[in-house]
């Protein structure tokens, strides 16, 4: 039985903490033991992202103290556990104990495609579904293939997703476009941030769905903030969300 410590996400703890225990819910009945190192505290990520790498650097430090000794770490956040992944060397530098965290670090659906090595998950969630796929998770933990690669198409949630029965893939017209929320540019650059999140929701809105998933609730937020304001009838639910549902 694999043993995983779940690394939860700002976000998702303060304001979204069903998706960290649909997470829990998922990996367990996908044969894993859960634990949550409750001396977790913030990635880093949002103040490394603003340029200050002084204020990031003792959370990602403390980050390696809290998950040093785990095999698996997983996180229900594309860009969480890419932070990890690909940022913290300048932070932590030469620090032994980084490789080892590094490469135990995965987002949910990796960890499911990657590691359990799951080809497909059984259960069953009757809706027509839009994909949103975070840039993060896409382009910098090749979750997908994206577009603007000259590779085989593929995507590892889209995979996961399509094997439960009655949920239909909707066919978005850009399938990897950015929803504008990119966390501070969408205080920085509000307007330009609104418009990118509209062009999403219309374009899901086109192809039919009826819930807009994806790997990262910080986008899911901006999208369900701006769908909600102007009265359109979506849901926004986690990928984990829709698996715990799913699964028997």
């Known amino acids: 039985m694999p043993r995983v410590a779940l690394f939860v996400p700002c976000y998702v703890d303060q304001l979204y903490p069903r998706v960290g225990l649909a997470t ?5 009945r996908l ?3 859960v634990v949550f190192p409750e001396e977790q505290t913030c990635c880093g990520q949002p103040m490394s992202n603003a340029g200050f790498a002084g ?3 003792p959370l990602a430090r403390r980050f390696l103290q809290v998950f040093e000794g785990y095999e698996h770490v997983v996180c229900p956040s594309g860009s969480c556990a890419s932070m990890v992944r690909n940022h913290y060397h300048p932070l932590v530098g030469d620090d032994r104990r980084y490789p080892a965290v590094r490469a135990a670090t995965h987002e949910l659906c990796e960890f499911i495609t990657d590691v359990l090595k799951v080809p497909a998950l059984k259960g069953r969630f009757p809706r027509k579904v839009g994909l949103h796929q975070s840039c993060h998770g896409l ?11 000259v590779v085989a198409p593929f995507s590892k949630v889209a995979a996961l997703l399509s094997g439960l029965e009655g949920l239909e893939l909707v066919a978005l017209t850009r399938p990897d476009e950015c929803c504008g ?9 509000e307007a330009v941030s609104c418009l990118m999140g509209r062009d999403r929701i219309a374009d899901h809105l086109k192809a039919g769905a009826e819930v807009v998933t994806g790997t990262d609730v910080s986008c899911l937020m901006h999208m369900e903030g701006l769908a909600r304001r102007t009265g359109q009838r979506l849901e926004f639910r986690h990928v984990a969300e829709i698996l715990a549902e799913a699964l028997p």
């Open 24 to 28: 829990a819910r998922v990996l367990e």
């Open 139 to 149: 382009r910098e933990l090749r979750l997908g293939s994206g577009s603007e690669r």
């Open 55 to 57: 204020d990031a650097a």
């Open 31 to 33: 044969g894993c033991q």
């Open 181 to 189: 929320f990119g966390g501070t540019f969408a205080v920085v650059e």
